[in-house]
């Protein structure tokens, strides 16, 4: 049950390939939760195709609202609800459109606010989340590192809605690096767990040749498309592939489906591939906390589900003496439930919106974190 001072908010994710509905109490409770992944769909595809992605969008998102809908009222709480936290980017136009469309119609049905929400500030604010598992509750301010499939980026959170970019990947995202080379390896996408399992096949003091990691100008900046192209070049050379025309990685990576990898050189690089990440975001992590003593660690994204990453991420926060704050599994990837975290503190910050669906909410592709919705 619900008290007079609870919050409860509606939210709704639709920037990639998940279409999520969640209701929020207080930004840290999940009561109600649904997330559809679209990965079969896609898979075949070798990534995200945004068109199908929309339709998709369009198809679940009424369906799921309905279900988090009939379990709220079964619950007695579905009146209660105060505002709806949207996705307005960054994202895939056509998705961000598909659920600020239905989310923003529906709360101007029953006269409540939006509050449009970044995805990244969402993937942050899932450390927040309460699960049966107690962590640390994150403190303010903070270092945090958004690692997904779409993005990477070093950042100091003062408090909601003020958050400072130190720095990012200059090419591929660390999910995407995973995912590029997971799929060298035979695994479908999104490859990063597929690829986190073969790599814990290696064996201990095993021989594996070190992928290397390309240092930045910026020393908050990540370079992850080398280690894509070294993958590559192991790869070749471990299943002899001489003959190969030189060309772009995705040409090469087709020649692996054809022709798969031997098991053990596919662990080595598996292996070597998240050594290798996770070691630069480490590095990178590590030299934010120095310059910045006053901070805790906040982690979050699809590749915070790593568990090699995880325990690095903690080591460093040790070693700095620092608390860390990373969301359980199922919040480090795509959900509802993040962005009804941090719509909750946005909503208190006064940045809800009383939107008529028919002059359209605004979505951005882009949309730095930190910064305004650009205008
Ligand atoms: O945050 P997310 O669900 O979607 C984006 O906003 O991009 O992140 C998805 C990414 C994919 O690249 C996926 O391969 C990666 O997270 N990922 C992992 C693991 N689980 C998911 N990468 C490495 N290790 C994992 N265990
Ligand atoms: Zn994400």
Known sequence: MLS??????????SSCDESAVALVRNGVEVLVERVASQTAIHAP??????EVAARAHHEWLPLLLNEVLQ??????IAATIEGVALTTGPGLVGSLLVGAGIGSAWAWARGLPVVPVNHLEGHLRAAWLRDLVEVDVPTLPAIGLVVSGGHTLLVRIERSGVIVRLGGTIDDAA??????IARLLGAPYPGGAALSALAAKASRGGRITPLPIAKTDQPYDFSFSGVKTAAIRQALLASGITDHTPGRAATLTRQFTERPLPEGAAIAIA????QAIVGALRAGVQRALRANPD?????GGGVAANVPLRAALALVASEERRTISVPPLKWCTDNAAMIGAAGDALLRDGRGVYQDPST????????????EVPA
């Open 4 to 13: 007079m001072s609870d919050r409860l908010l509606l939210a709704i994710e």
């Open 45 to 50: 595809f070798g990534g995200v195709i945004p």
């Open 71 to 76: 379990e709220a009222e079964g619950l007695g």
């Open 175 to 180: 999910g995407e690096a995973f995912d590029k």
């Open 271 to 274: 292996a070597a591939t998240e």
């Open 295 to 299: 901070c805790s660690l906040i982690v």
């Open 360 to 371: 359209g909410l605004e979505v951005h592709a882009q949309w730095r974190i930190g910064s």
